[in-house]
């Protein structure tokens, strides 16, 4: 069955990531307490793998910066990747 799901709630973004990390425990407050991450959660309940995004989503605040999430991450993931690669590459030029 193919079921079109809401927006998510409060204007929130989703951002893939991975299920795991280490946040801050100013973070973990905030995933506690606020109660837009708790309606995110509960908008996630029927997503395929919502720790894919839930974590990552509240996390990034590049994406979605009107949260004001503590502890968040504030920069631009693919620019970050992108520099990092390029940096890999070039290591490996020199070492050649």
Not at 28 to 51: C, G, Q
Not at 73 to 88: D, E, H, K
Request: aromatic share 10%; hydrophobic share 30%; no cysteine.
């Amino acid at each position: 069955m193919n079921k079109t799901h809401s927006p998510p709630p409060h204007d929130i973004d989703i951002v893939r990531g991975s299920a795991y990390g280490i946040f801050s425990r100013k973070f973990v407050e905030f995933i506690l307490n606020d109660h837009r991450a708790k309606d995110l959660l509960e908008w996630s309940r029927d997503t395929y793998s919502p720790d894919e995004h839930y974590w990552a989503t509240l996390h990034h605040t590049y994406t979605n910066p009107h949260l004001h999430t503590p502890g968040g991450y504030s920069g631009n993931v693919l620019r970050s990747m992108t520099r990092r690669l390029a940096t890999a590459n070039r290591s490996r030029d020199q070492q050649v």
